[in-house]
């Protein structure tokens, strides 16, 4: 008999959680489940899901009064904070079983409410083992499991990358992607890395994505008449743009995982991250890629002249993150989460 899961995300936007969400339920199917996703009405989530063919039903708030749609299945997977209430609130009206993916380093709020729905969690799986520390702080006698993010298969269009590259040649591309949050992402450490390498012309840096700082990031630009630098929005056909990276780079303050990099990583191409968070789990030490300290322009600028000047050491990174990458398949992640669900209903 196929086990019936509900996976419940109820964020407003389509970032990395949203996308792992769906990555996790395309992963999943080829097991013996059933499953719909449970988000919120006309979100770009529901849109993204029907162009995959994801079954889904669309709520709206308040959220709690749809509880009587979870009644009918077997567990509930919750993929970001404010879906727990929902799938606490089954657990106690149904006693329906459910598992938590926890994918950021925040350690949930300290109210009751918020202990007891991480409580009755018959699994709080983390994304990495910098999560994982953080949640067994907040509930020590738990069950924990650490489970990452998924290296999405991104496939770009030959044609399209060569139009690219013919638009940027003779130039070194460094791309970043990410919403533009500089208290998150960081990116104003990139700027002022730009800025120090102003005067190597070849050297160009793209950014895609979209957000509050988008505005902050342009002005700066334009006031340090700074002509390396280019905004290039968000754009769905983002691996034609991996493919065309020379290197990647990604100095978030803070990261649950950095899912971005795995992305890059498919395409052959070096990464400089930050040492914070999950990133570690991703790169080792040095092994896949560049750590570099995310308040240091002058670290970052070092790390990307050592890439620009050695073609060999570019190279032995962006087959060493290809090969990383197996670790983080779709089919290695989803089995792990294939056995964690037989172990909630029984």
């Excluded at 489970?147 to 770009?156: E, K, T």
């Excluded at 990358?161 to 500089?182: C, E, P, R, T, Y």
């Excluded at 570019?314 to 983080?328: P, V």
Aim: proline share 3%.
């Amino acid at each position: 008999m196929s086990l019936n899961i509900a996976h419940i995300n109820l964020a407003k936007g389509l970032r990395g959680g949203e996308n792992q969400t769906l990555a996790i339920i395309n992963g999943v199917s080829v097991f013996d489940v059933r499953q719909v996703l449970i988000c919120r009405k006309n979100s770009l989530l529901e849109k993204q899901a029907q162009k995959l063919n994801i079954p889904s039903i669309g709520i709206r708030k308040p959220f709690l009064i749809n509880v009587l749609t979870l009644e009918s299945f077997d567990l509930i997977h919750v993929h970001e904070g404010r879906s727990i209430y929902f799938a606490l609130a089954a657990n106690l009206l149904f006693k329906k079983p459910y598992l938590v993916t926890r994918r950021i380093l925040n350690k949930p709020h300290e109210k009751w409410l918020t202990k007891l729905a991480y409580r009755r969690a018959s699994f709080i799986v983390s994304i990495s083992h910098k999560i994982d520390d953080v949640m067994r702080e907040f509930l020590p006698q738990h069950t924990y499991k650490v489970i990452p993010d998924i290296a999405r298969v991104l496939i770009s269009n030959p044609n399209e990358v060569n139009k690219l590259k013919n638009q940027f040649s003779g130039k070194f591309v460094i791309g970043h992607v990410g919403a533009l949050d500089n208290a998150v992402k960081n990116q104003l450490l990139i700027l002022n890395t730009a800025n120090l390498l102003r005067d190597h012309e070849d050297i160009i840096f793209l950014f895609f994505g979209i957000g509050k700082d988008e505005s902050f990031f342009k002005q700066f630009v334009s006031d340090s008449n700074l002509t390396n630098i280019f905004f290039e929005g968000f754009k769905e056909n983002i691996a034609d743009y991996y493919d065309l990276f020379d290197v990647f780079i990604y100095p978030s303050k803070e990261e649950g995982l950095g899912s971005a990099i795995l992305e890059a990583f498919n395409f052959k191409c070096p990464v400089i991250a930050a040492n914070v968070g999950g990133i570690p789990d991703i790169l080792g030490d040095d092994t896949y890629g560049l750590l570099i300290n995310p308040n240091s322009e002058y670290e970052l600028a070092e790390a990307v002249m050592k890439l620009y000047e050695d073609k060999s050491l570019r190279e032995h990174y962006a087959h060493a993150g290809f090969e990383r990458r197996a670790d983080f398949s779709a089919a290695e992640i989803c089995a792990k989460y294939d056995n964690i669900y037989k172990l909630c209903i029984k």
